[in-house]
């Protein structure tokens, strides 16, 4: 069936159209002739460093914990496994501030975890570093588990088999057998998490609050700075945009390279 | 170092009992029909399937004993297996492969079996024989004191199967564990092995040499058995000798040498045949039996033979006890193996 | 299963239109310092107007002119402070005003019961606190800042929150030890709140003006009723002066 057909071009233009144009228009309006000042102020590198410093210690808490987790769910059959599994999901598709609130609730200083933290350790998490990677995570994660569980289960077991009756023990089977079949994955999933922590505001401005040089994170000035100086915004968006697109093509680059 | 074999495996739907045992340097083939339970008796030796009640031993290690509560991970086990999907692994090199568990240096069992231009090919790259081979080479270099092999032939093109049969058959002379392999064709079953296990529905239903299980076979599959026409003749190039009587065979072989002859490669004519097969002599019908949808001819000639015949051809030849017949063979229908 | 989802649609756009009774809207954009004061301007005037939906927007006066300078349509624009209110009006021409509605002072606020016991603004510097303060192109922000500057105090990583109802909210809510809102911001508030000395507190201003966006008249005099005595009165329960 290889005729065009003009109805479905057209709906797929427009469709591209209204994914590109907002791209093009920042890109357009973006005032590079202070490009070079905007990005030398302070305020501009503390929020890249900041983001920077929270995305990728976010990205690494989530491929940390998130790896064994993904492997449970990949391999294992236990019961609650598919509440436990919507669970880890759920961030994925919960509104961020939500998310926010939630972490409040939980980590805040009369959170259920935050409040004995803050009695017994004198340990407060809102405001602080932590809490902004504690928010970048707390939504990244799911897309690390759910590429990564995908790989693992994908996997045919008989690689594994065939490793065991070599003599070759649980771990080198997982290092030198597992990992390297399932690192498209693995990259893939690690991209979209970093991507999603790199870009989390609605969590962190609610629960690691504006703080700058600490919590102030590239969205969080965009936001602030476009109500301050517009161009500045536009600039940093403009980088954050870049970014991306780095990410993005960084991580089709490896998939195709396997 | 021997192999000792006593498991019960249970799933639903499903039971398999097998009891048996492997001498050092043996070859033992489990035949059967598919769905016997062979693969899985394979894995039970593995500890890749759990084992309802029994004990393995390989050596002197018990790695498996449900009475004793011992019951050994794959990997402590010593028992290596070349699976029927081979599952070389596609991210590292035929060399890397074989290196990945060897104990000691992997260049022999590269050169040993053939794999030396191929080391730096990736699995994806290779035929069928040749990831066959690279597969026996992995499992070889890990030294295991068991080797297992699941159908090795199955998942090659019948060409492939006759030349890595015999190159099989080379290897396994070589390895000095017990051998246990698994097939569903009795030509492996015939060739390859010193004796066989017979498995049919879970159950072991003959045990013994070629010549023990098939003088009386006692289930059809084992009948299927005693249908391959095996013969020890004298290799001289270009044909082998067999009680006297020349054969053309395809491939050259010297020395003390074995043929095998399908029975459905047999082709019976009521007058000598003209054209190409090379292979003709006479002979005179001993016995008719239904073999399937088919018959299975036993002619005493110049070289006792059966074919297998449809019973529409059997019809068109007239062929009846004690009937004349010309047996024709073609040189490319004989296998043979150095003895 | 089609009739139902067509009257659950049904339902839904009378909603919709019934919210308000009204057939003219009137769109106001209101500091969130504002919030329950345009909430009974808005049950009053919707009283004497009773064809008149009035429909309030509110947040941080920087977020609105930014709106509104980005082409969002308000009737009204009630800021905290004139310099939000002067970015509108460089672009957009008011019918009426800018004129002062009300002014406001700043009052430090901490949890109940004071527990890190603070005595005033200079307690902010202490790092053992978690401080909370309006962004600083929000009106509280800046007034705030002003106002630490003159004390010469400096507050220690504090975060920089959208509007003063967040900061409020945070340390309402515990999150944060101490925040600097507005006086009318207390109200029935779980905070307490302590007093900052004359000379240092600032006197916010709060300009309100009325723009042509389809409904000049009823723009105007809605600026005429908050200016008025009800409005004042209105205004000095919620903790303003005029």
Not at chain 2, 154 to 177: G, M, N
Not at chain 2, 188 to 214: C, K, P, Q, Y
Request: with cysteine; glycine share 8%.
């Amino acid at each position: 069936m290889n005729r065009r057909s003009p109805l479905v071009w057209a709906v797929a233009w427009v469709g591209i159209s209204f994914l590109a144009l907002p791209l093009v228009a920042l890109v357009a309006r973006v005032p590079w002739a202070r490009l070079a000042e905007i990005l030398a102020s302070s305020a501009a590198r503390s929020a890249l460093w900041v983001s920077l410093q929270v995305s990728v210690t976010a990205l690494v808490v989530s491929v940390v914990l998130g790896t064994p987790l993904a492997w449970v769910f990949a391999r294992r059959d236990f019961r609650g496994r598919s509440l436990l599994r919507t669970l880890a999901l759920l961030p994925m598709v919960l509104p961020p501030v939500v998310a926010g609130v939630a972490l409040l609730l939980a980590f805040g200083r009369r959170g259920i975890l935050g409040q004995h933290l803050e009695a017994l350790a004198g340990v407060i998490i809102p405001f602080t570093r932590t809490a902004a990677v504690l928010a970048a995570g707390f939504v990244a994660m799911p897309f690390f588990v759910s590429s990564a569980e995908a790989g693992f289960a994908s996997l045919a077991r008989g690689y594994e088999e065939a490793a065991a009756t070599l003599g070759v023990g649980r771990w080198r089977r997982f290092r030198r057998v597992v990992l390297p079949m399932v690192a498209p994955n693995l990259a893939a999933g690690a991209a979209m998490a970093w991507a999603r922590a790199l870009g989390e505001f609605g969590a962190t401005i609610t629960f690691a609050g504006n703080v700058p040089g600490v919590t102030q994170t590239m969205p969080l000035a965009v936001y602030l700075q476009l109500e301050q100086d517009p161009e500045a915004a536009f600039v940093l968006a403009v980088v954050l945009l870049a970014i991306s697109v780095m990410v993005l093509a960084g991580a089709r680059a490896f998939g195709r390279s396997r | 170092m021997s192999l000792s074999v006593d498991v019960a495996v249970r799933r639903p739907g499903f039971d398999l009992e097998a009891t048996f045992e492997v001498a050092s340097g043996q070859v033992v083939a489990v035949a059967g029909p598919n769905g016997a339970g062979k693969t899985t008796l394979l894995r039970a030796i593995t500890g890749l399937e759990r084992v309802e009640r029994g004990r393995v031993v390989v050596g002197d290690i018990t790695v498996f004993d449900s009475s004793a509560g011992i019951d050994l991970e794959t990997e402590r086990r010593g028992v290596g297996m070349v699976f029927q999907g081979y599952w070389l692994f596609p991210h590292m090199t035929v060399a890397e492969n074989v290196a990945f568990a060897a104990r000691g240096p992997a260049g022999r069992w590269i050169e040993g079996l053939g794999l030396g231009d191929l080391a730096d090919r990736y699995p994806s790259e290779l035929s069928g024989g040749e990831a066959q081979r690279a597969a026996l080479a992995r499992a070889l270099a890990a030294a295991p004191r068991a080797l297992l092999l699941d159908e090795p032939l199955a998942a090659l093109d019948v060409e492939t199967r006759r030349q890595v049969r015999s190159e099989l058959a080379r290897h396994l002379a070589a390895v000095d564990v017990p051998v246990v392999l698994v097939t569903h064709d009795p030509l492996d079953a015939a060739l390859l092995a010193d004796w066989m296990l017979i498995l049919e529905n879970g159950r072991v239903t003959h045990s013994g040499t070629l010549t023990e299980v098939t003088r009386r076979p006692r289930t059809p599959w084992a009948a299927r058995l005693a249908g391959v026409n095996l013969y020890r003749g004298e290799g001289i190039g270009k044909g082998i000798v067999i009680e006297g009587v020349m054969l053309a065979v395809p491939e050259p072989v010297d020395g003390p040498a074995l043929a095998a002859i399908a029975p459905s490669a047999v082709a019976l004519h009521e007058e000598r045949p003209a054209g190409s097969p090379r292979n003709v002599w006479r002979g005179e019908v001993v016995g008719i039996e239904p073999a399937g949808s088919r018959l299975r001819v036993s002619v005493r000639g110049d070289l006792d033979i059966v074919a297998e015949v449809t019973t529409e051809a059997a019809e068109t030849l007239r062929l009846r006890e004690s009937a004349e017949v010309w047996v024709a063979v073609k040189a490319s229908e004989i296998e043979t193996y150095p003895a | 299963m089609r009739t139902g989802f067509v009257a659950v649609a049904a339902l839904f756009v009378v909603a919709c239109e019934a919210s308000g009774g009204g057939e003219r809207t009137l769109t106001a954009f209101a500091a969130s310092s504002l919030t329950e004061v345009f909430a009974t301007v808005e049950l009053e005037f919707e009283a004497d107007h009773p064809d008149v939906d009035v429909v309030v927007n509110l947040a941080g006066s920087s977020t609105l002119a930014t709106q509104l300078l980005a082409g969002a349509e308000a009737d009204v624009f009630a800021s905290a402070d004139t310099i939000q209110m002067d970015r509108v009006t460089e672009e957009l021409v008011p019918i009426v005003g800018p004129q002062v509605m009300a002014t406001n002072s700043l009052v430090l606020v901490v949890e109940e019961g004071n527990p890190a016991q603070i005595g005033g603004v200079e307690d902010l510097a202490r790092d053992d606190l978690v401080v909370v303060l309006g962004a600083p192109e929000v009106p509280v922000g800046r007034y705030a800042s002003e106002l630490l500057e003159e004390a010469g105090v400096e507050a220690v990583e504090a975060s920089y929150e959208a509007n003063v109802r967040t900061v409020l909210s945070k340390v309402e809510l515990g999150e944060a030890d101490a925040g600097i809102v507005y006086r009318s911001d207390v109200g029935s508030a779980d905070v307490d709140a302590i007093e900052i000395a004359r000379q240092l507190n600032v006197t916010a201003t709060y300009p309100i003006a009325a723009f042509d966006a389809g409904e000049p008249d009823l723009a105007a005099s809605f600026v005429d009723f908050v200016m008025s005595a009800e409005g004042e009165s209105i205004l000095a329960e919620a903790g303003f002066t005029r």
